[in-house]
């Protein structure tokens, strides 16, 4: 079943397209790369996709329904955020966050059962991103994996059908790239979590990716990695000719 | 000792000094997690414009305070929101501005009386506060509480992260106006206890202290409070007590008291934990 249908957005920021006509879809459970360099659109889209920015033309439904601020349905993980070492905040508070950072009031007078369950369900969400071990240590201490593993189960905690990341490899080392690809190919196959990941470098994505959005330019084409990553495909998308290198399993676009 | 406890001065001063302490830490705490701590320290550099006008014109003096903090800290927000390098250069230019005027109206003031107004602005003014000035202290106390009550969760939320902040439907602006509103407060009743110059001692000095010693983002705001009145009450017990043993029989400030009680505190658990 279709779970976000994204109909021919376009995004005009200070006189420059940042998105001309993107649209695609994501059914449930698929496991979805955003693929294309620094500048393509990808933040915009996302700001799209959440309800932060008003595209001028087109429009996005999660589940059929036209999206609304802070939608249950969908789970995000920003772009890194620099966390201060002496932030006095546990990796657990901030996954914490993720089930009632969003509410006012004073901090409700919770029956021992729904505090145990609150935690429970914290301890699930750490567990699942393998973040259990350094749950307790301050999250601004943590190296950038698990950092990015916290960032993950914050997301997740709210059980989510969608969970939106931004460039959640950046800056991370081979073998924290392989694990948190991996985290999440697990969350999509076990969990049944739709996933959109963003990434300016497809390679760590292969193996996992159901299918690809590729972007350029505002401009997306979609479809199975095979049927996308081509020289004619991309050469359209450019609008000038690249050429698609295949160098020992990895695949480089030459423009 | 016993005239310590039983002077209706030192009653009043303990009070003040409670509910000052217990705002400022509590706020100290996001303050030190947004980055602001120029922002508070500003604020309470403008709100001696609004001091030193409060004696000109004859009207409380955390009234003053108050009324200038409000003002400037929603100038600082909506002239520099989105941006941290916008919001010091709009505080800058505001903290200017601010200082001109408290220049112009403390010689104003001197000029025609000698209430010892530029002291008392700049210092502070414990032990000679008046009952008067209480209810309005208790006025202030309780709104910076319960804003910050109330707002707790989405500015965690929005200092740490804004991004998911607004993604998740936090209206991040607005959480960070409140926020602000409740630093306004904190730093006009640290202003009138210990003066608009040591303010930020007591908004920075708990909470830098209380993080160090918690991981734990509630503890820590809980922790900066308490951490904040032992200071306080413990400068105004010594500056009591340095009646006695001072060489002229003077008091020395209770200002001076805390902000070293503050820094021998910092000192202490900068060297101890490393939790």
Same mark, same amino acid.
Request: glycine share 12%; aromatic share 6%; charged share 15%.
């Given at each position: ?60 439904? &999660? ?47 919770? %029956? ?26 301050? &999250? ?34 081979? %073998? ?21 990941? %963003? ?35 991309? %050469? ?7 050429? &698609? ?11 | ?275």
């Amino acid at each position: 079943m279709t779970l976000l249908e994204v109909d021919g957005v376009d995004v005009r920021l200070g006189g420059r397209t940042v998105l001309d006509g993107v649209g695609f879809t994501i059914d449930d459970g698929q496991f979805t790369g955003l693929i294309g360099s620094n500048g393509a659109g990808k933040t915009t889209l996302y700001r799209v996709i959440l309800g932060l920015l008003d595209p001028q033309a087109g429009q996005v439904l &999660v589940k059929g329904r036209p999206l609304a601020r802070r939608n249950p349905l969908v789970g995000y993980v920003p772009q890194k955020i620099a966390l201060d070492p002496d932030l006095p905040l546990r990796a657990r508070d901030l996954v914490g966050l993720g089930v009632d950072g969003h509410r006012f009031g004073p901090p409700p007078i919770l %029956s021992r059962a729904r505090r145990l369950s609150r935690r429970e369900q914290v301890d699930q969400a750490l567990a699942a991103v393998g973040a259990s071990e350094f749950a307790d240590r301050r &999250v601004g201490r943590l190296s950038g994996g698990e950092q990015q593993r916290v960032m993950i189960a914050q997301a997740i905690v709210s059980h989510p059908s969608l969970l939106l990341l931004d460039e959640p490899l950046a800056n991370l080392d081979i %073998s924290s790239t392989n694990e948190i690809v991996s985290v999440l190919a697990k969350l999509c196959r076990d969990q049944g979590i739709a996933i959109l990941i %963003s990434a300016h470098d497809m390679n760590p994505l292969l193996p996992v990716m159901d299918r690809i959005v590729y972007m350029a330019e505002g401009r997306v084409a979609t479809g199975r990695t095979g049927e996308v990553v081509r020289t004619d495909v991309l %050469s359209a998308l450019y609008r000038h000719p690249v050429e &698609v290198l295949e160098v020992q399993g990895r695949l480089l676009v030459v423009g | 000792m016993s005239t310590f406890l039983s002077n209706p001065a030192v009653h009043t001063a303990l009070l003040v000094g409670l509910l000052v302490a217990a705002v400022s830490g509590p706020v100290g705490v996001f303050t030190i997690l947004r980055g602001q701590s120029f922002a508070g320290h500003s604020l309470a550099d403008i709100g001696t414009a609004g001091g030193a006008a409060s004696y000109l014109i004859g009207t409380n003096v955390l009234v003053g305070f108050v009324s200038v903090n409000v003002v400037a800290a929603a100038l600082m927000e909506s002239a520099g929101a989105n941006r941290a390098r916008n919001r010091d250069v709009a505080t800058g230019v505001v903290l200017g501005a601010a200082l001109g005027l408290s220049a112009l109206f403390l010689h104003l003031e001197t000029e025609s009386s000698t209430t010892g107004a530029t002291i008392d602005v700049l210092f502070g003014s414990i032990f000679t506060l008046g009952s008067t000035t209480v209810p309005f202290v208790v006025g202030a106390a309780a709104i910076a509480i319960g804003l910050l009550v109330w707002i707790h969760r989405p500015l965690m939320l929005a200092s740490v992260a804004p991004d998911l902040a607004g993604a998740r439907g936090v209206p991040v602006g607005l959480v960070g106006a409140g926020y602000l509103v409740a630093l306004a407060m904190a730093v006009s009743l640290s202003a009138v206890a210990i003066g608009a110059i040591l303010s930020t001692a007591l908004l920075i000095g708990p909470a830098a202290i209380a993080i160090q010693l918690t991981r734990r983002p509630l503890a820590a705001v809980v922790a900066s409070g308490a951490i904040g009145v032992a200071v306080t009450w413990g400068g105004i017990a010594l500056a009591w007590n340095s009646y006695y043993w001072s060489s002229s029989h003077q008091q020395w400030p209770v200002s001076f008291f805390i902000v070293s009680l503050v820094l021998v505190a910092f000192i202490g658990t900068s060297f101890g934990s490393r939790r």
